[in-house]
Every structure is written in structure tokens, then in C-alpha cells.
């Protein structure tokens, strides 16, 4: 990688392969946008005021990160509070608390992203590596999520425009906390019983299509938890809640959207009369 500065402070790294095209990354703008005003958990309040704004990266800010391009090396970003790749996450990106991460691409199957803290991420490709999570995060996904999620405190709010057949688990070591995903496609009765087994201490999950019947369902039993794999039943125990479990999986159908796909499309203006 080559280093160079950029205006307001904001250190730009150029990537080894071919930077996104400038089109692609106004699309992801919108869709970040469109995010943001659709639900408080995905404010990416610094990043869009610095695109907002013809004088560049807000004052007083702590310094950003900008990636040109695919990052290919790992690289920890400090204490930078925005961290925008252009492209593709193919390596290990760490990050710290109280940071907006904002990637143009995919995280591809060689990619790992780590929030040590509070965090907003929006991948607008699809996601096949892993993404840790150890603090309160919103996480936004624009296509398909075939990778890891690793969930630590005390929340983590999903949001998948495509399908999901990943896996979600705790953190090892740490106690599951509250998941909330909202999967605009497929998620197999499979797949969100893999979520379920760990006994999450609230779980609500929104599917749009699942060989599970169009409805609201109830968590799976305990029996059946432990017969997937899920923790032994002297470690549920001590941990346990007031039967029925907190939290529902609802199949819903596609939603409607009628204004911006969550890619960024362009917005839908009715034809004069």
C-alpha cells in the first residue's frame, strides 16, 4: 500500500488492485443514507455530514481512514472513528469503539472485520468471512450474509438485504446477549435453529421467505437445542430465563420497498399527471 494525506486530516490508503469506480461508491452513499433514516440503529451520522459537506471531513473529529480500493493487507485502523473501503475486505480489518465502517464491496471468504467496541457497519456486497462484534453494534448487509457473525454485548441488530445461510455464535467465552436480525430473503428453519440453540438472552428474528410456514413462531424447546450441538443442559441452567424464552422468528414475506433498494437504486418518482 502507498500513503498519502488527504484534506481534513483523513489519512487515504490506496489499495493494490483497481479502485472502485467513482459511481459505485455515490451508490453506496445512498444506500447508507437510505439506512440511516429508515432506522436509528444505522446513523451514520460522521460519514454522511463529511459527504454532505463541501468542506470535507467535519472539524474536530478524530482523523478517518479511507481505502482506495480492495484492502488486501491487514491493517488496524487505531483510533480512527470512520473507516470507509472502497471495495473488497480480503484480510484482517480491525477497528476501534465508536466507529462507522462503511464498505463499498464484499467481505470475501479470506476477509475478517473486528469492531472492539460500539460500532455502525454497512457491507454493501455480500459477506463470506467473519465478522466479530464485540460491543453494541449495528451491522447492515446489501447482499447475501454466507459467513460468520460472532456476537459479544450487549447487542447486535442485523440487517440482511439478500439471504442468510451463515452462522452466528457468541464470542468464545462470552455469555449470548440480545440479537435482533431482520433478513429481507431466505433463512432456513436449519439455519435459525443453529441461532437459536445458543440461548440468546433475547432473540428476534424477521425473515422474508423460509421452508418454515408464513407466521409468527416460537423459539425452538430446550430438548431440541442441545440435540443440535447447543450448550450442555448444567450450562443452560445457570443461565437460565423464565420459560417461554424471550424473542420469535417471523416469516414475513419480501418487504415492500418502494423507494431505494438496499444497493442504492435509484428512487422510484412517480409520473406526473
Same mark, same amino acid.
Given at each position: ?88 475486505? !480480503? ?27 460500539? $460500532? ?20 447492515? *448487509? ?6 460468520? *457473525? ?9 440487517? *440482511? ?10 464470542? $468464545? ?13 431466505? $433463512? ?54 423464565? *420459560? ?13 420497498? !418502494? ?12 409520473? $406526473?399527471?
Amino acid at each position: 500500500m502507498t500513503r498519502t494525506a488527504l484534506a481534513a486530516s483523513v489519512v487515504l490508503f490506496l489499495g493494490t488492485s483497481t479502485a472502485a469506480k467513482a459511481g459505485d461508491w455515490e451508490a453506496v452513499k445512498r444506500a447508507v443514507a437510505r439506512q440511516s433514516t429508515e432506522s436509528q440503529s444505522f446513523d451514520f451520522a460522521t460519514s454522511l455530514s463529511w459527504w454532505a459537506s463541501p468542506e470535507g471531513f467535519p472539524k474536530g473529529e478524530v482523523p478517518g481512514t479511507v481505502i482506495e480500493g480492495d484492502l488486501d493487507q491487514s491493517l488496524d485502523t487505531g483510533l480512527a472513528r470512520v473507516v470507509h473501503v472502497h471495495g473488497n475486505v !480480503s484480510a484482517a480489518l480491525s477497528v476501534a469503539p465508536m466507529t462507522e465502517v462503511v464498505i463499498g464491496g464484499s467481505i470475501t471468504e479470506s476477509g475478517r472485520l473486528e469492531s472492539r467496541g460500539i $460500532a455502525k457497519i454497512y457491507v454493501d456486497g455480500d459477506v463470506d468471512g467473519a465478522i466479530t462484534a464485540w460491543g453494541m453494534t449495528s451491522l447492515s *448487509v446489501g447482499g447475501d450474509y454466507r459467513g460468520k *457473525v460472532e456476537t459479544g454485548h450487549p447487542s447486535l441488530r442485523v440487517h *440482511v438485504a439478500g439471504n442468510f445461510t451463515g452462522t452466528v455464535a457468541p464470542i $468464545a467465552g462470552l455469555q449470548p446477549a440480545l440479537l435482533v436480525m431482520d433478513i429481507d430473503g431466505d $433463512a432456513s428453519e436449519a439455519t435459525l435453529k443453529a441461532i437459536d440453540k445458543w440461548h440468546y438472552t433475547k432473540l428476534d428474528i424477521a425473515v422474508g421467505s423460509s421452508d418454515l410456514k408464513p407466521g409468527v413462531h416460537p423459539l425452538w424447546p430446550d430438548h431440541d437445542c442441545e440435540a443440535h450441538g447447543g450448550p450442555k443442559r448444567s450450562a443452560r441452567l445457570l443461565a437460565r430465563v423464565p *420459560v417461554p424464552r424471550p424473542g420469535f422468528v417471523a416469516v414475513t414475506g419480501p418487504p415492500k420497498r !418502494s423507494t431505494e433498494t438496499a444497493r442504492g437504486a435509484p428512487i422510484q418518482t412517480p409520473a $406526473a399527471p
